[in-house]
Every structure is written in structure tokens, then in C-alpha cells.
């Protein structure tokens, strides 16, 4: 399964001739759960015969959630391409095929990825650069951070650049910073390594402490693999406390043993 941002007609999801499923994130309807809509998007793909597209009556019907059917460890590699080419795959040979795609690839805004900081993107738009930054915090700690920065004149990313504000999307906090032309990213990447990442960081560990990390360690304590852990070195720990006190206790009786052997010496000798 690929992840896309859109589809042909804002379609949620497309199989291709080759068997692979595509999944769109910008769609026609949304539920308010962006997970539960990926999540029924995949479902009826992959039910879908080759080279069809998915077309849902309205929204999703409580069911699995993308954490369900996916692993939410397993590494999300991000590809940004120029056109829209990827679609169709082979098939962009095809001359309807190619008008519409030249079509599509005539409204993309030219998007590049920064290599040092994750989920950052500079997409330039008419003679105007953007920088959108996805965070992965909580968004009230995420809130206060920038407020911080804000207050003591700090939410820049040096000169010529301007924070606009921030957008919210599928449940992820996006702040936006205007970069002027004379902006070379090159130099914007270290300032933001190690000026905001840092202070953005710091902004919110307050909350992750107090908030994240007790609701983590819950989710962790109930997880029946965790119990079995638990339990397994609980009795490592009793089996080895108990091995100890045996221990303690044989070393015990060597020397009551030989204390009694002291004491019956001394009687024999005042005998």
C-alpha cells in the first residue's frame, strides 16, 4: 500500500492494473477520524478488482482503524514527486492517459523536502516560499512552545523569514513560516536544528512528563505481553531471592556448626 496525498477526482483510494493499492489523504468526505477513513479506504481496495477506484456511498461505519491493520512501527518512508506520474505507473504512456495527467501535474505547487529535519517541507507557491512543518506533539504543548518563542521574539528562523501561524490536518499541528527570496535553505536547515528544534522541544516536555509519559507507562502496564514480562521476572526475582536466603542460610549453619564445635572443644578441654 502507498499513502498519496490525492487521487484522481479526490477519489480515497485506487488499485492499479498491477495489483497495488493506492490510498488518498485529501478525499471528498472526511469523518472527522482520519484513521478510520484510511483504514475503510484500504478495506475496499483491496476488495476492488485491478485497475478500479474506490467509490464510497458516504462515511465509514465504526470498524478498524489504520493501527489495526497496519503496523504503527514499521518505518513510513516519504517520497515527494514532481507529477502525478506515479498514478497511473506504465500506463502514462497512454496519450488520454498523459492529457489528463499534464492536466493534474499543471496544478502542483513545487514542494521540497528538507533533508535535516523530519516532516518539514518548503513549497513555493507563485513568486512566494512556505515552510509547513508537521509536529508529531500534543497540540496544547505544541501550542505553548511557539507562544514561548513568540513572546520573547524567538519564532523566526532567522532573518528574512516570518511565522504566519499554524493549520491543523488530520489530527497533526502544521506551523508555516514565509521565507523571503534571498532565503537559501542551506542556511535555513542548521538554524533549525539548532535553534528551534531544541527550543520547541524543551516547550513541551513539560506536558509529555506530566501527561504523555504517565498515559504511556498505563498503556504499557496493561499490555498482556507486559503482564506475562512482569510476572516471568517477578518469579526470576523470588526464585533468586529465595536461592539467596538458601544460601544465607547454609552459610548459617557452617558457622553454628562450627561455633558448636568451638564451644564443645572448650568444654571438653575444662573437663
Do not use: C, K
Amino acid at each position: 500500500m502507498t499513502v498519496v496525498s490525492v487521487l484522481p477526482g479526490a477519489v480515497p483510494a485506487m488499485r492499479r492494473a498491477d495489483g497495488s493499492v493506492l490510498v488518498a489523504l485529501q478525499t471528498a468526505t472526511s469523518s472527522g477520524d482520519p484513521s478510520r477513513d484510511v483504514a475503510a479506504a484500504l478495506l475496499a481496495a483491496l476488495a476492488l478488482q485491478t485497475g478500479a477506484a474506490v467509490s464510497l456511498p458516504g462515511l465509514p461505519e465504526p470498524g478498524p482503524r489504520l493501527q489495526d491493520l497496519l503496523d504503527p512501527d514499521a518505518p513510513f518512508d516519504v517520497t515527494v514527486h514532481d507529477t502525478f506520474d506515479f498514478w497511473v505507473g506504465e500506463a502514462a504512456d497512454d496519450p488520454s492517459t498523459a492529457a489528463l495527467l499534464e492536466q493534474a501535474n499543471a496544478s502542483i505547487i513545487p514542494t521540497q523536502r528538507l533533508a535535516s529535519v523530519p516532516s518539514a517541507y518548503v513549497a513555493t507557491m507563485g513568486d512566494r516560499r512556505y515552510l509547513r512543518w508537521v509536529q508529531p506533539h500534543p497540540e496544547g504543548a505544541l501550542h505553548d512552545a511557539l507562544a514561548r518563542l513568540r513572546a520573547a521574539g524567538e519564532d523566526a528562523l532567522g532573518e528574512h523569514t516570518t511565522m504566519l501561524g499554524m493549520f491543523r490536518a488530520h489530527g497533526v499541528l502544521i506551523p508555516v513560516w514565509e521565507l523571503d527570496d534571498d532565503v537559501l535553505l542551506d542556511d535555513l536547515e542548521p538554524y533549525l536544528v539548532e535553534q528551534t528544534v531544541p527550543a520547541v522541544i524543551d516547550g513541551v516536555l513539560p506536558m509529555i512528563r506530566t501527561e504523555v509519559v504517565p498515559a504511556l507507562l498505563d498503556d504499557i502496564v496493561d499490555d498482556p505481553r507486559v503482564r506475562d514480562l512482569i510476572r516471568e521476572q517477578s518469579q526470576g526475582m523470588v526464585i533468586d531471592a529465595v536461592e539467596r536466603v538458601r544460601s544465607t542460610l547454609a552459610r548459617g549453619d557452617d558457622v553454628v556448626e562450627a561455633v558448636g564445635l568451638e564451644l564443645a572443644q572448650q568444654l571438653l578441654h575444662a573437663r
